[in-house]
């Protein structure tokens, strides 16, 4: 090592800085992270370890390379955790950016939902089926199904209809929706089906 030219070692670095700038200029696949999008913070940061390890950026460059991927609306905010390690870096987005778990939520609101006067049945079998979802989000679909059911009848602005989703012995939110509908011809209150 010591029989190098100082001229040559002075090269060797610049070129080892110059490919450490080709690894986080190169092209990154990953869409730009977005508290708001679709993707959670913890996948995003799955996707963007997957890309730069394809891209063999160094790992000395992830927190970088993370930074230059986020929305410009949380640049600041990301990029004043950029002198953190980055398994650290790591923590403090998936803290910062974690979505709440609402499912408490989702069952608490289906234990209580019940339809408006005017609303229709298909928008009430709408909100249903959403709050089954956030609530139940790991449920198989079969029972996801009696579920919807069960709230949908329970939550029904016209009892009497109620009743004949009940005895019909409905299979599917479809289903119930239709039996209400054509059950609702029969209704002192005028029953709509689809909101306009």
């Not at 499912?103 to 609303?119: C, F, K, M, P, W």
């Amino acid at each position: 090592m010591d029989d190098i030219h100082p001229s040559t070692r002075h090269s060797e670095k610049t070129s080892h800085s110059k490919k450490k700038i080709d690894f986080v200029s190169s092209k990154c696949e990953v869409s730009h992270f977005r508290k708001d999008g679709v993707v959670p913070i913890e996948q995003w940061l799955y996707q963007m370890e997957y890309d730069l390890k394809f891209r063999h950026v160094p790992r000395d460059l992830f927190v970088q390379s993370i930074i230059n991927q986020v929305h410009s609306k949380h640049f600041k905010e990301v990029r004043a955790h950029r002198k953190l390690e980055y398994k650290a870096f790591r923590k403090t987005l998936i803290k910062l950016y974690k979505r709440p778990d609402l499912t408490h939520v989702g069952i608490q609101e289906l234990l209580n939902i019940s339809q408006a006067r005017d609303e229709a049945l298909e928008d009430f079998a709408d909100r249903v089926k959403e709050l089954v979802d956030l609530g139940y989000p790991k449920m198989a679909d079969s029972e996801k199904n009696h579920t919807c059911i069960a709230a949908f009848s329970r939550g029904l602005f016209e009892r009497q209809i109620a009743q004949h989703v009940s005895v019909a012995g409905v299979k599917t939110l479809p289903e119930a929706v239709r039996i209400d509908g054509a059950a609702g011809i029969f209704s002192k209150n005028p029953v709509v089906i689809r909101s306009k």
